[in-house]
């Protein structure tokens, strides 16, 4: 007897068989409401042949006991005894007997299983089917059929046959000096016949030195007789181009036991291992499980750590990790498991004594009959400098190293979370004459002295205050911890100071200064944003006031600024809606009171606030670009509304700075008059020195093509400039217009009367037309003529009208010349009116 195995798995059971018969007569003998049948029902009465088959186990408790056994089991178990304990039942027949009974006991149903039991080499399996069944006498009685299951086979034979394993036996044929020459193979199994490529009746009683295989080389054949005469290692591996193979060999006497085992894919696995491990760029190493000896090194660690292959050999891991972590380091590889790869990066501790920061990474492997870790080692030491260096710019400015907006951020969310009862002060700081210094020099100057600028406020600013570098030359000051608002104050006079001390770059000496606006917590705001936005919106206080001085935020600003957010947004609302108007101010002939045209000026008609003056929308379009849009439909407006007027009457209509630099103007021009049908000669486009400021061959140009067009070109504010002389020179104007600050003085200051005198008779001498603006009384009008100026504008005359009523004041003054005091009366009664209705400002500054 040599094993025993059970299956608890119930194979099929064809009907009409003996286990089918057992399972229905245990089934029949079920009764209503009963949980297992009774003894007797089942095993006594016609079982006939069956009962041969049957042996009956008695439960005691935990233990069972055989209590009767037929013919058949008796033969089964070697004995026919009764009454006797399992254990004086051969083992596997127990072992069988109780595995298949402790189941029906469990299920309280009938049982299959099958068992196999080995005899004298030959194995034999039997089908055990067990019914549990009730004693009358009160506990509970098993009864086991046992019955042979197919035909038996030798086990070791079949294992011979079986294997993948090649098993070989070989006879030493000795010389006549009793020396062993060769071998004949006397058996082999498949297997072998299989590793060695030949079919098995070619081999057996071959001799080795004849064949062709890989057990005819002299060198497998002298490690045979080597081992046949006890001379030599039982163990051979033999390769070739297409296997390899572990051979293992036992002489006795004169007769060879050969196993073959095929180690091909071991021996491409080791290959592919010392290939990955020994020629990796990458650091590798074996290390004992156990002791975390080092067993194995590759050439890149040596290289990249400093210690020689051999010192690495007798050293501990333990000895390249810094004392501090060593602790740490080793309760992470005690927890590593089959797989090492912890969620941290590590120090190591090069030979010279170097750290180096690593990632590793490793698995269980076993090496040379040793439990160990596979490890690579990932040097990061580059990788988290550059990380740190990424972070740090993230933070930093480029150009001067000073945190930026985003540290800003996080200085501001820390100190207003622990502000406690001390304020937290924003000081927007932005450099006087910056502009005029990168102009002047040009921007390598420019950064240069943004960098001293930057090293006066690092040295001004210490402890938890900051100084940050947002942009161009704005900077933000913050201190962290003030008791009043003096402190603040205090800091921005000493910085301004500082900022204005002179600099010398490049032998050159730079003098620049600085506006500061002020804001601080709690009542300025309560977030980083707010405190900036708000500092911001001081400092343009600041600088509004000439510069270098600073000043608080107030709420009127936010106010302010609210105020000019709407009415951006309105202001955009009012342009896709058609909110705009033109109204029309006539421009008299003073020499004969009649109308020689108007000037169309913009309006905006808000549906909540009503008339909003241009003086404080036009910048507002300027500044968020809507100018042009606005001015093109203004252009295209007032050439329609034109065409309809008397042939003689023209229409002058203002041109923006920005809208003069756009490069569409010449084409608006041109589509608006050709839409619209007016003769070029009756519009004329009023411009401001502003224009003039940076006289371009532009800007020339572009007058010069809209001169070409025919059209007339006139300049506005004429006297109020640096250099109003000159642009006579560079363009020839069809018009010059008197300023209103030098008629509202006419009458009773000499200075104004001797500016429009002259002014009057440069026109003359020019043979430009003079126009004089703001014209309001009897009086002026008077002066104006006897100096021969050419026309009057003002509310002397009219105020602007909507298109609507220009008919009627071309019939007001279409042929007699009007009294003065008709006109003086008109002025008054449309100046009693609301401001705006007498707003008499240009559309488009």
Same mark, same amino acid.
Request: glycine content about 8%.
């Given at each position: 007897?040599?094993? *025993?195995?059970a ?15 057992? $399972? ?19 095993? =006594? ?5 069956l ?46 007997l ?12 009938? #049982? ?5 039991c080995?005899?004298d080499g ?6 055990l089917l067990?019914?549990p069944t ?9 009864g ?9 086979? #030798? ?24 020396h ?9 199994n ?5 590793l060695?490529?030949?079919?098995? $009746?070619?081999?057996?009683?071959s ?14 054949i002298e ?10 290692n ?5 390769d ?63 290289? #990249? ?8 050999l ?16 080793l ?25 180096? %920061? ?15 870790y ?10 988290r ?5 990424i972070?740090?710019?993230a $933070?930093?400015?480029? =150009? ?28 927007c700081?932005?450099?006087? =004459? ?28 210490s ?8 942009g ?6 913050v ?8 402190e ?26 600085a ?27 600041a ?19 609210q105020?000019?957010?709407?009415? %951006?947004?309105d ?11 033109l ?23 808000h549906p ?6 241009p003086?404080?929308? *036009? ?13 093109e ?7 329609a ?6 042939? #003689? ?15 569409h ?25 502003? *224009? ?5 061959e ?24 640096y250099s ?7 363009f ?10 030098f ?19 440069l ?15 009897a ?42 005091v %008709? ?17 008499g ?5």
């Open positions: 007897m040599t094993t *025993v195995s299956s608890s798995q119930n194979p099929d059971i064809q009907f009409g068989s003996d286990l089918a018969v057992l $399972q229905r007569k245990w089934q029949a003998a079920v009764l209503p409401g009963q949980g297992l049948p009774g003894y007797e029902e089942v095993m =006594l009465g016609s079982l006939g042949r009962a041969d088959h049957i042996a009956l186990l008695k439960v005691d408790g935990d233990d069972l006991e055989l209590s009767r056994t037929g013919r058949y089991v008796q033969s089964w178990v070697g004995h026919d005894r009764w009454n006797v304990p399992l254990s004086d039942v051969p083992p596997d027949c127990a072992l069988a109780a595995q298949v009974a402790r189941n029906a006991l469990q299920n309280q149903r009938p #049982h299959l299983a099958v068992a196999s080995v005899r030959l194995v034999q399996k039997y089908d067990a019914l009730a004693s009358r006498w009160g506990g509970t009685l098993i086991v059929y046992v019955n042979e299951q197919g035909r038996r086979y #030798h086990l070791l034979d079949s294992i011979f046959t079986t294997t993948d394993d090649g098993i070989l036996s070989l006879a030493a044929i000795r010389d006549h000096q009793q062993s020459s060769d071998f004949h193979i006397v058996h082999l498949p297997s072998a016949a299989r060695l490529g030949q079919p098995a $009746q070619a081999l057996l009683w001799r080795l030195r004849a064949g062709n295989h890989l057990l005819s080389s002299a060198a497998v490690w045979l007789r080597q081992v046949i005469d006890g001379h030599s039982s163990k051979l591996e033999i070739s181009d297409q296997r390899s193979l572990s051979l293992s060999a036992t002489a006795c006497g004169d007769m060879l036991s050969v196993t073959m085992s095929d180690v091909t894919s071991l021996k491409r696995r080791e290959a592919s291992f010392r290939l990955l491990f020994d020629n990796n760029p990458m650091p590798m190493w074996v290390i004992d499980a156990g002791t975390l000896a080092f067993l194995k090194v590759n050439d890149a660690a040596i290289a #990249h750590y400093g210690y020689s292959r051999d010192k690495f007798g050293m501990r891991v333990p000895e390249i990790w810094p004392p501090d972590e060593r602790e740490a380091h309760q992470a590889v005690l927890q590593a498991g089959d797989n090492y790869l912890t969620d941290r990066n590590w120090r190591h501790l090069k030979a010279d004594g170097t750290e180096i %920061e690593i990632v590793a990474f490793g698995r269980r492997v076993a090496f040379e009959g040793q439990d160990g596979l490890v690579a080692v990932v040097d990061v030491t580059e990788r400098k550059a990380e740190a260096r972070a740090y710019m $933070q930093h400015d480029a =150009l001067t190293g000073l945190p930026n907006r985003e540290a800003y951020q996080q200085r501001m969310q820390s100190l207003l979370e622990l502000r406690g009862d001390s304020h937290v002060a924003v000081l700081v932005d450099l006087d =004459l910056f502009k005029n210094v990168n102009d002047a020099f040009g921007h390598p100057i420019g950064d240069r002295l943004l960098q001293m600028v930057a090293e006066r406020l690092r040295q001004q600013t402890g938890r205050n900051l100084a940050v570098r947002l161009g030359d704005e900077f933000v000051i201190l962290a911890q003030i008791a009043s608002p003096n603040a104050s205090d800091c921005a006079t000493a910085l301004i100071e500082r900022l204005s001390v002179p600099y010398t770059i490049d032998g050159l000496d730079v003098v620049i200064g506006s500061i606006g002020i804001a601080l917590s709690p009542s300025d705001g309560g977030t980083a944003d707010e405190l900036l936005r708000n500092a911001d919106m001081a400092l343009d206080r600088k509004d006031s000439g510069g270098n001085c600073h000043h608080f935020f107030e709420p009127e600003m936010d106010r302010l600024a105020r000019r957010r709407d009415l %951006e947004i202001l955009r609302r009012a342009f896709a809606c058609g909110q705009f108007e109204h029309y101010q006539p421009l008299i002939g003073l020499a004969e009171g009649r109308i020689a045209g108007f000037e169309a000026l913009l309006r905006w008609r909540e606030r009503g008339m909003i003056s003086a404080e929308f *036009v910048p507002v379009a300027e500044d968020i670009g809507l100018i042009v849009g606005i001015g439909w203004v252009l295209r407006q007032a050439c509304e034109a065409a309809t007027w008397p042939e #003689h009457i023209k229409v002058a209509v203002n041109l923006s700075p920005v809208q003069f630099r756009s490069r103007l010449v084409q608006a021009v041109i589509s608006a008059l050709a839409q619209s049908g007016l003769p070029a000669s009756r519009l004329e486009l009023e411009i401001t020195e502003t *224009v003039f400021l940076a006289e371009t532009a800007n020339l140009a572009t007058l010069h093509q809209l001169r070409d067009l025919g059209v007339r070109i006139s300049m506005d504010d004429f006297g109020t400039g109003s002389l000159s642009y006579l020179r560079s020839p104007f069809d018009k010059i217009k008197i300023d209103r600050s008629v509202q003085d006419l009458a009773h200051r000499p200075d104004c009367l001797a500016i429009v005198r002259a002014i009057s008779g026109g003359r001498s020019l043979n430009i037309t003079t126009t004089a603006e703001g014209v309001e009384s009086e002026q009008l008077d002066w104006l003529r006897a100096e021969g100026c050419n026309e009057g504008q003002g509310f002397l005359f009219s105020p602007a009208r909507p298109g609507a009523e220009v008919a009627a004041l071309l019939a007001q003054f279409g042929g007699q010349r009007p009294r003065a %008709e006109i003086e009366q008109e002025a008054e009664q449309y100046c009693s009116s609301p401001p705006l209705a007498c707003e400002r240009k559309n488009v500054a």
